[in-house]
Structures are given as C-alpha cells and as structure tokens.
C-alpha cells in the first residue's frame, strides 16, 4: 500500500472510530448526549482533532445515520445474500436480526421523531428491510409477498418496543410462531382456508339436477 493508501485509511478507521463513539452515545444516552464536547471526551481527543474529519456537528450526525444504516441493513443484507436457497437466506437473516443492537435501533427511532435527517434516513432503512423479506418470501413463492414481509417486519419492530428481540427465550418462539403463520399465510394453508369457506350448494339434499 502506498503512503496515501495508508493514509486515506487510517482516516477512514478515524472516522468510524468517531462514528462507533456517536453511536454508543446515541444509544445510551440519547440524541441530546451526541455533542462535540462529549464526543471529544469519549474519545479522549480534542476538538481540533474532530474538526480535521468532519465540518460540523450536523456533518457528524449525518456520518453517524450512514453508519447506523450500514451496520444495520447494508451489512446484513450483505451477509445473509449468500448462496443457498431462500429458506438458508431467510434463517440467516433471522439469525442475524436477533445479533442486532436493538437498543440503538430505539435511539434511532427516537430520535427519528424530531429530527427531518434522522426520519428520512430511518424510512430509508424500513423500505430497504421490507424490500429485502419481500424478495425472500417471493423467491419462496408466496403470495402476497410485499404485505407479509411488512407483517414480518411489524412484529420485528414490535419485538424490539418489547425488549424480545434481543431475548431467546422469549423471542424464539415468537419467530418459530411467525414463520408458521407467514407459512400458511402465504402458501398452501391459505388456499386450503379459502377452500373450507366456500358456500355450500343450495341445493336440497338428495334433489338431482335434471
């Protein structure tokens, strides 16, 4: 590697240093905590040595949803997109959801209720998840695939305001539960439902047609 090379990379690690530091802010303590001056003091760095990676705190909470957003979706995605079928790729991601800081994803929503950039990078971020279950459960044939990956999704989303998500014994038997349920939703069991629904004749018994 060239001493640029070296450089532009040790820069690189600076940043995600400061950004790993934001977000350990962020979930703990809030969006108010994500200051410069607290910042610098998680850190052990000075002010000067912020402002040599990032312009100013609004430049900072922009790098610190791209990284959220990476972790969280683009990595994952990344690494349950694998070979194999749609079922491997699927219990991949499961396995990955629960590996999750669901705490940070919280703080994000949070924040996301006051804040125009945080809200746009969290809508981002459910469309790309929900898009993402809709291609598996459409590569596994199912119907209806955009609405059971937004079921899907809800109850994820639902799990995490519960403190589930990140909980096996309580939370492993929600999924096996759900995956029943999107089983049957968008398969068989469904069309054997609508079957068993279906008026009966009104005819009278016994009476041929003639």
């Not at 001493?3 to 040790?10: E, P, V």
């Not at 052990?44 to 430049?59: L, N, S």
């Not at 209806?144 to 639902?158: P, S």
């Amino acid at each position: 590697m060239t001493a640029t090379g070296r450089s532009a990379a040790a820069g690189g690690d600076a940043r995600s240093g400061w950004c790993r530091a934001g977000l350990a802010l962020l979930r703990d303590q809030g969006p108010q905590a994500v200051t410069i001056d607290r910042l610098c003091g998680a850190m052990g760095r000075t002010k000067g040595a912020f402002y040599h990676h990032f312009r100013d705190v609004d430049a900072f909470h922009a790098a610190l949803l791209d990284a959220w957003t990476e972790l969280h979706t683009g990595d994952v995605i990344a690494a349950t997109s694998g070979p194999g079928t749609a079922e491997a790729r699927s219990a991949r991601l499961g396995a990955a959801a629960v590996g999750l800081d669901h705490a940070l994803d919280r703080a994000v929503r949070g924040w996301a209720l006051h804040d125009a950039r945080a809200r746009e990078a969290l809508d981002r971020v459910d469309a790309r998840r929900i898009d993402y279950l809709a291609a598996i459960h459409r590569e596994r044939g199912r119907k209806d695939a955009t609405v059971l990956a937004q079921l899907e999704y809800a109850v994820f989303l639902g799990a995490q305001e519960l403190g589930l998500a990140d909980d096996r014994e309580r939370g492993v038997p929600l999924g096996r539960t759900l995956r029943t349920a999107l089983e049957w939703l968008g398969g068989a069991g469904h069309a054997e439902g609508t079957r068993r629904q279906r008026p009966r004749s009104s005819r009278a018994p016994g009476r041929r047609r003639v």
